[in-house]
């Protein structure tokens, strides 16, 4: 599939840029939607107060050799005027270099001014471009970041591509602006590591979204997540901690849930909250409330005129979160003061952020799903919005004599646990794979390679094995050295159920349309009607052309492949369609003799005539 950029025109508020046309190599480049919100990032001092310029950060990145390489630009677009396209220079880090595509919103917000409104329109944004791009970077204020970040990690569904949301405490434009390494290794990240969650990368930390929160109105390190660690952090090196990434286990596509439920509310409880507040909170059209209580999930127990405005909203139907005031801990249930929000049918919030446990609940208000189902999802773990993967030392050491690895020292998780991975892929042991991933194993984890397990898998055609693995996260969209992702590997090998698998679970091709069609006429004049046929289940178009106008069924006329000849036939291949040097695939066969292949088209073909 090939990257799409291209000119800017302006619906539905925003200014949208995606012409198809230029196509990426997979090998050395990638290419990233940069969305621009709003926020401090971009903008100017007006009559003494900061606010959005439009317009503007455009142009300034261009000026930026730091943002912008124009050398690049010039050598791989040549004359083409791509006003909105611009090319991150070479950098630590990044395998390939970033392409990426800005697309100003309008109006530009300070994210004070942001609402679900805006978390809707860049999660359909983000779906109508998602095959386009390897990674989406949201550039936005940082005031409301991370309800942004937790709402949009809901209302994702099998997110597989990295969404990188990331902002500045200093305007861009400034010359101290910390927004410059926040914007370049958000670039670094969509593009180049396939980490499928949504993240926030600022102050040098690459952090789970939904996990996060504004802690400091003036520093650079801004965000914390002191529940969870950082996914990556930035120094001289990248350090990605791949077995704390979060991955969808369905074999579904990626969906966006674009409707949230605004009847919810956060209620902080205080030492002398008065019944009639709880209860006006309570009212309706109210649905779900936060509530946001001591400690670890404690509540005045003494207070039985609060508990019982509560316990009757609940009977009503209402849904109450428990959540803590503290930002680190989590909600449990070791204190009578606490036990009695239990009793009552208050729900568990674990260690959520209120940033998450509100858009949670806003999301899960919004579904389909019985009251019995919508409390059981508030409690379960949907986006590593609760849980963390601990490493058991002992564990490991024990699966490494049950896989006969004879290592005599425990060095790090990331070298033995992703050896351990690929060698009990290579044996078929699940069981042994499952006690890895429970002990950090994490299966999208590359070689020096970047091959995944996921790709020897589909390399070996081992149908259950793939099915298991992409049930336990596995990502379809890693790409290794040479740019193959595991539906590469699967079309290479020709194992047609794989193929289907991979594309279920939201696999495409990423190769140029040209290049496709080299790869379809390299295997009709081979007469390979297998690979054929695993190209079109991979979505491939059988009748695309070559750099030459050539066709697969040129190929298969010209080298007599008569199987192919039929089966392209069948799939709506054009006898007549014209190479450069205007010839048809008739004309190939004419000239060497195969006339009759011709006459194949004559007859009436029947999906019997070639038997796949
Ligand atoms: N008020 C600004 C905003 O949230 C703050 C910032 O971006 N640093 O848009």
Same mark, same amino acid.
């Given at each position: 599939?090939?990257?799409?950029?291209?000119?800017?025109?302006?619906?539905?508020?925003?200014?949208?840029?995606?012409?198809?046309?230029?196509?990426?190599?997979?090998?050395?480049?990638?290419?990233?939607?940069?969305?621009?919100?709003?926020?401090?990032?971009?903008?100017?001092?007006?009559?003494?107060?900061?606010?959005?310029?439009?317009?503007?950060?455009?142009?300034?990145?261009?000026?930026?050799?730091?943002?912008?390489?124009? %050398?690049?630009?010039?050598?791989?677009?040549?004359?083409?005027?791509?006003?909105?396209?611009?090319?991150?220079?070479?950098?630590?880090?990044?395998?390939?270099?970033?392409?990426?595509?800005?697309?100003?919103?309008?109006?530009?917000?300070?994210?004070?001014?942001?609402?679900?409104?805006?978390?809707?329109?860049?999660?359909?944004?983000?779906?109508?471009?998602?095959?386009?791009?390897?990674?989406?970077?949201?550039?936005?204020?940082?005031?409301?970041?991370?309800?942004?970040?937790?709402?949009?990690?809901?209302?994702?569904? +099998?997110?597989?591509?990295?969404?990188?949301?990331?902002?500045?405490?200093?305007?861009?434009?400034?010359?101290?602006?910390?927004?410059?390494?926040?914007?370049?290794?958000?670039?670094?990240?969509?593009?180049?590591?396939?980490?499928?969650?949504?993240?926030?990368?600022?102050?040098?930390?690459?952090?789970?979204?939904?996990?996060?929160?504004?802690?400091?109105?003036?520093?650079?390190?801004?965000?914390?997540?002191?529940?969870?660690?950082?996914?990556?952090?930035?120094?001289?090196?990248?350090?990605?901690?791949?077995?704390?990434?979060?991955?969808?286990?369905?074999?579904?596509?990626?969906?966006?849930?674009?409707?949230?439920?605004? +009847?919810?509310?956060?209620?902080?409880?205080?030492?002398?909250?008065?019944?009639?507040?709880?209860?006006?909170?309570?009212?309706?059209?109210?649905?779900?409330?936060?509530?946001?209580?001591?400690?670890?999930?404690?509540?005045?127990?003494?207070?039985?005129?609060?508990?019982?405005?509560?316990?009757?909203?609940?009977?009503?139907?209402?849904?109450?979160?428990?959540?803590?005031?503290?930002?680190?801990?989590?909600?449990?249930?070791?204190?009578?003061?606490? @036990?009695?929000?239990?009793?009552?049918?208050?729900?568990?919030?674990?260690?959520?952020?209120?940033?998450?446990?509100?858009?949670?609940?806003?999301?899960?208000?919004?579904?389909?799903?019985?009251?019995?189902?919508?409390?059981?999802?508030?409690?379960?773990?949907?986006?590593?919005?609760?849980?963390?993967?601990?490493?058991?030392?002992?564990?490991?050491?024990?699966?490494?004599?049950? @896989?006969?690895?004879?290592?005599?020292?425990?060095?790090?998780?990331?070298?033995?646990?992703?050896?351990?991975?690929?060698?009990?892929?290579?044996? %078929?042991?699940?069981?042994?794979?499952?006690?890895?991933?429970?002990?950090?194993?994490?299966?999208?984890?590359?070689?020096?390679?970047?091959?995944?397990?996921?790709?020897?898998?589909?390399?070996?055609?081992?149908?259950?094995?793939?099915?298991?693995?992409?049930?336990?996260?596995?990502?379809?969209?890693?790409?290794?050295?040479?740019?193959?992702?595991?539906?590469?590997?699967?079309?290479?090998?020709?194992?047609?159920?794989?193929?289907?698998?991979?594309?279920?679970?939201?696999?495409?091709?990423?190769?140029?349309? %040209?290049?496709?069609?080299?790869?379809?006429?390299?295997?009709?004049?081979?007469?390979?009607?297998?690979?054929?046929?695993?190209?079109?289940?991979?979505?491939?178009?059988?009748? @695309?052309?070559?750099?030459?106008?050539?066709?697969?069924?040129?190929?298969?006329?010209?080298?007599?492949?008569?199987?192919?000849?039929?089966?392209?036939?069948? %799939?709506?291949?054009?006898?007549?369609?014209?190479?450069?040097?205007?010839?048809?695939?008739?004309?190939?066969?004419?000239?060497?003799?195969?006339?009759?292949?011709?006459?194949?088209?004559?007859?009436?073909?029947?999906?019997?005539?070639?038997?796949?």
């Amino acid at each position: 599939m090939n990257g799409s950029l291209g000119q800017h025109d302006t619906r539905n508020g925003r200014r949208r840029s995606s012409v198809d046309g230029i196509g990426f190599n997979p090998k050395s480049e990638c290419s990233v939607l940069v969305i621009y919100s709003g926020g401090t990032i971009g903008m100017a001092s007006k009559n003494g107060a900061l606010e959005p310029k439009p317009n503007a950060l455009g142009d300034y990145i261009r000026r930026c050799p730091f943002l912008h390489d124009e %050398e690049y630009y010039k050598r791989r677009f040549g004359g083409r005027n791509e006003s909105s396209v611009f090319v991150l220079p070479v950098t630590k880090g990044a395998q390939r270099r970033v392409i990426y595509t800005l697309e100003e919103y309008e109006p530009l917000l300070d994210s004070c001014n942001m609402n679900s409104d805006q978390w809707i329109l860049i999660a359909e944004n983000i779906k109508n471009s998602y095959k386009s791009y390897d990674g989406f970077v949201i550039l936005h204020g940082t005031d409301t970041l991370a309800y942004s970040a937790s709402a949009l990690s809901f209302m994702f569904e +099998n997110l597989g591509k990295p969404v990188v949301l990331t902002g500045s405490q200093l305007s861009l434009f400034e010359p101290r602006s910390d927004g410059k390494d926040n914007f370049i290794e958000s670039l670094v990240i969509a593009g180049n590591y396939p980490i499928p969650e949504v993240t926030i990368c600022f102050g040098r930390k690459l952090l789970r979204g939904n996990r996060t929160t504004k802690m400091d109105a003036e520093g650079f390190s801004a965000f914390k997540s002191p529940n969870a660690t950082p996914l990556a952090t930035f120094g001289s090196l990248i350090e990605v901690k791949y077995h704390e990434i979060f991955r969808p286990t369905k074999i579904e596509e990626f969906k966006v849930h674009p409707i949230l439920n605004s +009847n919810v509310a956060l209620l902080r409880i205080f030492p002398s909250i008065t019944a009639q507040t709880v209860r006006a909170f309570l009212q309706s059209p109210i649905e779900g409330i936060v509530l946001q209580t001591y400690g670890s999930g404690n509540f005045p127990s003494n207070r039985l005129d609060i508990l019982e405005a509560i316990e009757n909203a609940i009977k009503q139907g209402i849904i109450v979160l428990n959540c803590s005031q503290c930002t680190r801990g989590s909600v449990t249930n070791d204190y009578q003061t606490g @036990q009695v929000l239990s009793k009552i049918g208050v729900i568990a919030g674990g260690n959520m952020t209120p940033e998450a446990s509100l858009t949670k609940l806003s999301y899960v208000l919004a579904k389909d799903w019985s009251i019995e189902k919508k409390k059981e999802m508030l409690q379960g773990n949907l986006r590593g919005e609760l849980t963390v993967t601990k490493i058991d030392t002992k564990q490991i050491i024990k699966l490494m004599s049950m @896989q006969k690895l004879k290592l005599d020292q425990f060095t790090a998780s990331k070298v033995i646990i992703p050896a351990l991975l690929f060698d009990a892929v290579d044996k %078929e042991n699940t069981d042994c794979i499952d006690q890895l991933i429970k002990n950090g194993g994490d299966l999208s984890q590359p070689n020096l390679d970047s091959r995944t397990p996921l790709h020897i898998a589909c390399c070996k055609g081992k149908e259950k094995l793939v099915k298991f693995m992409l049930e336990k996260g596995a990502s379809v969209h890693s790409k290794d050295r040479y740019g193959h992702t595991p539906l590469t590997d699967a079309v290479l090998n020709d194992h047609h159920e794989i193929i289907t698998m991979l594309v279920n679970c939201g696999a495409h091709l990423l190769m140029d349309k %040209e290049l496709l069609g080299e790869k379809l006429c390299e295997a009709a004049s081979h007469g390979d009607l297998m690979r054929l046929n695993s190209y079109k289940i991979a979505g491939g178009d059988l009748r @695309q052309p070559d750099h030459s106008g050539r066709t697969a069924l040129h190929m298969a006329m010209l080298h007599g492949h008569e199987e192919c000849v039929r089966y392209l036939a069948q %799939e709506g291949c054009d006898r007549t369609a014209k190479d450069i040097m205007g010839l048809t695939p008739e004309d190939y066969a004419a000239r060497v003799g195969y006339q009759d292949l011709a006459a194949l088209f004559d007859r009436n073909l029947t999906a019997t005539d070639v038997d796949m």
